[in-house]
C-alpha cells in the first residue's frame, strides 16, 4: 500500500521563477488537502481540495499562489513568482472521505521543502 | 485562524521517565488529535479523541479530551529514545472537512 507520495523532496528556486509541487494521494482517496509549516512552527493549513473542485481555499494566499486536483494525475501546487517568503516545507495529506471521524483518518505525504534563493 | 498552544515548548527527559504535555484552545474543539513528526517527515497520528472526557491509550501513550473542550494532554510512559520528535495537537477547522488547526509543537529529546 503506497501511502501519500509527494514530489520534489527538495526544491530550489530563484527569485521571480515558478514552484509547482505535487502530490499523490493515498490510492482509493479523493480528498486532498495542502499545508504550509515554517521552520519551528505547527503546520498550517491552506487548500481543501476533491477530484476537480476546490472546497476550501480560504488559507491560501489569494497572489501566486494555486492549486487543483484534476481527475486523472496528482494535485498539483502552484506558486508563481516566488519570494524568499515562501521557503517552507509544504505538506499534502489525504483522506477517504470527508468529516471528522475514526473512518476518515488523514494520512500525510513526506513533505516538499521550498527553498527560494 | 485558531491559536493552539501547546506546553512545554521543547523537553530533555532520560530514557524511561515518563512525558506530559499539554494543549489548550481559546475555542471549543469538538475533536482532539495528536501527530508525531520525525525531522524531514511528514505527521503521523498517533490517537485521535472524539469525545469530551474520553481517555484513550495507543501503546505507552494515553491521551485526554479535557472535559471543557479546550484542553487535551497527552502522556508517554517510559520514554525510549525513538519517542524524539516534535508532537503537534490539532483540532478541526470546521466539522465537515479534515482541515485541521495545528498547535505550535512540543520538541522532545529523549537521553539514552
Known amino acids: 500500500n503506497a501511502g501519500v507520495m509527494q514530489n520534489p523532496r527538495h526544491l530550489v528556486r530563484r527569485r521571480g521563477q515558478e514552484a509547482r509541487l505535487r502530490c499523490s494521494p493515498v490510492?482509493?482517496?479523493?480528498?486532498v488537502y495542502w499545508y504550509r509549516q515554517l521552520p519551528e512552527e505547527g503546520l498550517k493549513f491552506m487548500v481543501y481540495?476533491?477530484?476537480?473542485?476546490?472546497?476550501?481555499e480560504s488559507g491560501m494566499p489569494k497572489e501566486r499562489f494555486s492549486a487543483e486536483f484534476p481527475k486523472e494525475g496528482p494535485s498539483i501546487l502552484r506558486i508563481q513568482q516566488v519570494v524568499r517568503g515562501d521557503s517552507a516545507a509544504y505538506f499534502c495529506?489525504?483522506?477517504?472521505?470527508?468529516?471528522?471521524?475514526?473512518?476518515?483518518?488523514?494520512?500525510f505525504g513526506p513533505g516538499t521543502r521550498l527553498t527560494v534563493l | 485562524g485558531q491559536q493552539l498552544n501547546q506546553s512545554p515548548q521543547s523537553m530533555f527527559i532520560q530514557e524511561g521517565e515518563d512525558v506530559s504535555m499539554n494543549c489548550t484552545s481559546s475555542?471549543?474543539?469538538?475533536?482532539w488529535l495528536w501527530y508525531k513528526q520525525d525531522p524531514g517527515e511528514g505527521p503521523v497520528l498517533l490517537i485521535a479523541?472524539?469525545?469530551?472526557?474520553e481517555l484513550t491509550s495507543n501503546g505507552r501513550l494515553t491521551a485526554q479530551f479535557g472535559i471543557t473542550r479546550k484542553d487535551s494532554f497527552l502522556n508517554i510512559s517510559a520514554s525510549i529514545p525513538s519517542d524524539v520528535g516534535i508532537y503537534f495537537c490539532?483540532?478541526?477547522?470546521?466539522?465537515?472537512?479534515?482541515?485541521?488547526?495545528f498547535g505550535t509543537g512540543t520538541s522532545l529529546t529523549v537521553i539514552p
Open positions: 481540495l476533491q477530484k476537480e473542485n476546490i472546497i476550501d
Open positions: 475555542s471549543i474543539f469538538n475533536t
Open positions: 490510492k482509493g482517496h479523493s480528498h
Open positions: 495529506a489525504s483522506s477517504r472521505r470527508t468529516g471528522v471521524s475514526s473512518y476518515n483518518e488523514q494520512f
Open positions: 479523541l472524539y469525545k469530551a472526557g
Open positions: 490539532a483540532g478541526p477547522i470546521s466539522n465537515t472537512g479534515n482541515q485541521f488547526y
